[in-house]
């Protein structure tokens, strides 16, 4: 399993802490704090289902709820959000296949992220995706922790469904837009994994 180099800095930190522990006599204390900064940006392989029909999860971690919206761009949709926990993967992947087509990085605020509704107003990074289906909408969104959204893509990209994104440290929310015609495939509870769990399914 590798590590994010977006850790490297932490992991530094931490061996920092676990190097002054040790001096204290606390070494086996000590390697607490890198084994979890470490532990924390894994970013494991994942197997992608295949299926142009196929929405997967954005993220790992818990879906706070499954409703109907609307979104200026994508149109009548379905919203999931994913919240993750510090033990979640990190590592955010696209849901679908398709050209990214806008990018949006939005200031806010950093309410906790499990509230669901209540992160509205949370800093994002917004990520819209086309394909022949229409458009999937992604956001990255910080929460009380976590204050550090990072993107790996740009406008113009061509991603496979499941291909890396970008992350957010130390615990967050991602929201999938689906785009009408979506089944969804979950229900708030639910836990997923990013990549590899279905989400959404197109109809007809």
Known sequence: ??????????IIGAALISAVLAMMGLGVVGLVPVAFVAWFF????????????LVVAPAD?????????????????????????????HVNRSPVTGTVVGK???????HVASLGRKTDANERMIIYIENRDGICR???????????????????DRLEAGQRIGLI???SLLECFMPEGVAPQVKRGDKVSAGTTVIGRKQG
């Not at 879906?63 to 979640?88: A, N, Q, W, Y």
Request: charged share 30%.
């Open 138 to 156: 992604v956001d990255q969104v910080a929460g009380l922790v976590a204050r550090r959204i990072v993107s790996f893509v740009d406008v113009g």
């Open 169 to 171: 440290r130390f615990g």
């Open 104 to 110: 949006v990085y939005r200031k806010g605020a950093f």
């Open 1 to 10: 399993m590798s590590i994010r180099r977006e850790g490297y800095p932490f």
């Open 42 to 53: 894994r970013d494991p392989e994942r197997a992608i289902p295949v299926g142009d029909d």
């Open 61 to 89: 971690g818990t879906v706070l709820e499954v409703e109907k919206t609307v979104d200026e761009r994508v149109g009548p949709c379905t919203r999931v959000p994913i919240f993750m926990s510090v033990f979640s993967v």
